[in-house]
């Protein structure tokens, strides 16, 4: 951002323009949008929107980051609550919250989806890789805690992305010949037959 907003009027500003962007990009498509657009659908004048943000990259960035910081801590969240249950359980429910977030608020991470491309080394994608990790550190340490750390950290990641490059592929194109949730109970296959191996 060019300028953090520190008074609460300020800050309202900033959040009806963020809450602005997500709508026009749901509305519009996240290519068509601009920075006018945006200030007019906030009820800001552009040269307001100017004062916090330098253009409308800015704002996509700022509104994604929000996003990846509540998204992480809502899974964290889900995740530490569900203590009673099996790995067996946990896998295939955290898949499926990752497939209701996605579809989630009127299509804004579906549109955001179709151009990951652009935001897949963004503070977005970091905020969420790292959340993504915390969790997967903690569940596998908690089911496997004969492994040491060096395979923690390994399988954490080989399952987290492989598993949400699907998850992102299949939502944001409708052209598979699988159901969600049979991707979801193929996917838990997946990740459970990879951490019996040895």
């Not at 992305?161 to 997946?190: A, G, H, K, P, W």
Request: proline fraction near 2%; charged fraction near 20%.
């Amino acid at each position: 951002m060019r300028k953090k907003p520190q008074q609460q009027r300020a800050k309202l500003i900033v959040d009806h323009i963020l809450q602005a962007a997500q709508i026009c990009i749901v509305e519009q498509g996240l290519m068509q949008i601009t920075t006018p657009k945006i200030a007019e659908k906030a009820g800001v004048s552009v040269g307001s929107l100017y004062q916090y943000f330098e253009n409308k990259e800015e704002i996509i960035q700022e509104l994604l980051r929000r996003k990846s910081e509540n998204l992480g801590l809502a899974l964290k969240q889900m995740v530490v609550t569900q203590e009673q249950l099996s790995i067996q359980e946990i896998i295939p429910l955290s898949i499926q919250f990752g497939f209701d977030v996605m579809r989630a608020e009127s299509g804004f991470f579906i549109e955001v989806l179709k151009h990951w491309h652009g935001y897949n080394n963004s503070e977005a994608a970091q905020i969420l890789e790292k959340h993504f990790f915390e969790v997967g550190m903690y569940l596998f340490n908690r089911f496997y805690r004969h492994w040491d750390f060096e395979t923690l950290k390994h399988k954490s990641f080989v399952i987290i992305n492989s598993t949400l490059f699907t998850m992102m592929r299949y939502v944001s194109n409708n052209s598979f010949l699988i159901s969600e949730q049979q991707l979801r109970d193929e996917l838990s296959n997946m990740i459970l037959a990879y951490l019996a191996q040895k």
